[in-house]
C-alpha cells in the first residue's frame, strides 16, 4: 500500500488555522467533507468520535507527529488527510512536544486488516527523518501533495 | 522455596558471559483487531518498564519493543505469529509480562 493511494490529495492543508486539538480535527474532517470524500451529514459525528478516541489516549506518538483515526460505519471506502501546523498544535503528545504534521485516517469499521495495513504505511514514512523533515517544511499543498506523490522514493 | 516450572519450561533462557540474560519466546496475536495504535501503546509502554532490550519480530521483520512506531510496522492482525525477545538482567520477566498480554490479556480486547 502506497501514501498517495489511501491520501485524498484534496483534503490536504498547508496551514492549519486551528490552535488546538480539538480545533485541528474539525478543520481536517470538513476539509474531507468540501473534498467529497465524507458526506456533510457524517462529519459532525466523525468529528466527535476522534476527538472521544484522543481522550483515551493521545496518537501524538511523538517526533512533531499525530495520526487521530477511528473506524467509523459512515466510512465506506479507506481515507486519509494530511495537515500541517507551522506553529505546532498540543496534542497530549507521548513526548509532550507540539504537533507539527497530523495524518488523519479513517477506515469502514469492518476492515481490521486494511486498517492495519494503512496504518503500516503511514508510519513507514512518518518515522523517517527526512520525511518528517520535508514535510514540515513544505508550505504549500503542492509541495505537500508532491511529497506524498513521490514518498516511496525519498531517501532516508 | 518455590519452584516456577511452568514458566521456565515455556521460556528459553541462556546467561552468556557478560552475564546478560537471554529470553526468548513465540506468541500469537490473539485479539480480533490485530496489533493496532491502542495495543501497540500497551505494548510499548509495558516493554518500557524493563531494561533489557526487547526486539519483536515478525518473518525477517524485527522491531525495537520500545517504540510505538515501530510495533505498528509490524501490522500484525489476529493469528499472526511473532517473536519476542529481550536481553538484559530482567529479560525473563519482560518477555513473560509481554506475552501474557499479547496472549492471555489479549490487550483487554475481544
Same mark, same amino acid.
Given at each position: ?27 481536517? +474532517? ?34 512533531? +507527529? ?12 479507506? +481515507? ?77 | ?110
Amino acid at each position: 500500500m502506497k501514501l498517495s493511494d489511501i491520501v485524498d490529495k484534496k483534503a490536504t492543508i498547508a496551514d492549519l488555522q486551528a490552535k488546538d486539538r480539538d480545533g485541528a480535527i474539525k478543520e481536517i +474532517v470538513n476539509k474531507l467533507v468540501e473534498a467529497g470524500s465524507i458526506k456533510a451529514e457524517d462529519a459532525e459525528d466523525i468529528i466527535k468520535a476522534i476527538i472521544k478516541r484522543e481522550k483515551q489516549g493521545s496518537t501524538g506518538f511523538g517526533k512533531g +507527529v499525530a495520526v487521530p483515526h477511528i473506524k467509523h460505519p459512515a466510512t465506506d471506502k479507506l +481515507v486519509a488527510a494530511v495537515a500541517r501546523s507551522s506553529a505546532g498544535i498540543d496534542f497530549a503528545a507521548l513526548d509532550r512536544g507540539p504537533v507539527y504534521i497530523i495524518i488523519l485516517l479513517l477506515s469502514p469499521a469492518d476492515n481490521a486488516e486494511q486498517h492495519l495495513q494503512a496504518m503500516e504505511t503511514i508510519f513507514r514514512h512518518l518515522q523517517r527523518d527526512t520525511f518528517r523533515k520535508f514535510l514540515r517544511q513544505a508550505g504549500t499543498v503542492e509541495q505537500i501533495n508532491e511529497l506524498i506523490d513521490e514518498a516511496e522514493e525519498i531517501p532516508d | 522455596m518455590q519452584f516456577e516450572s511452568n514458566s521456565l519450561a515455556e521460556t528459553k533462557m541462556n546467561v552468556d558471559e557478560s552475564n546478560n540474560n537471554l529470553a526468548v519466546k513465540d506468541v500469537r496475536i490473539e485479539n480480533k483487531m490485530g496489533l493496532h495504535a491502542r495495543p501497540a501503546m500497551q505494548l510499548a509502554e509495558l516493554a518500557n518498564k524493563f531494561d533489557s532490550d526487547i526486539t519483536i519480530r515478525k518473518d525477517n521483520q524485527s522491531v525495537n519493543a520500545k517504540s510505538i512506531m515501530e510495533v505498528l510496522l509490524l501490522a500484525a492482525t489476529q493469528g499472526t505469529n511473532l517473536q519476542i525477545e529481550a536481553k538484559g538482567s530482567d529479560a525473563k520477566d519482560a518477555v513473560e509480562a509481554l506475552s501474557k498480554l499479547i496472549e492471555k490479556d489479549k490487550f483487554g480486547e475481544e
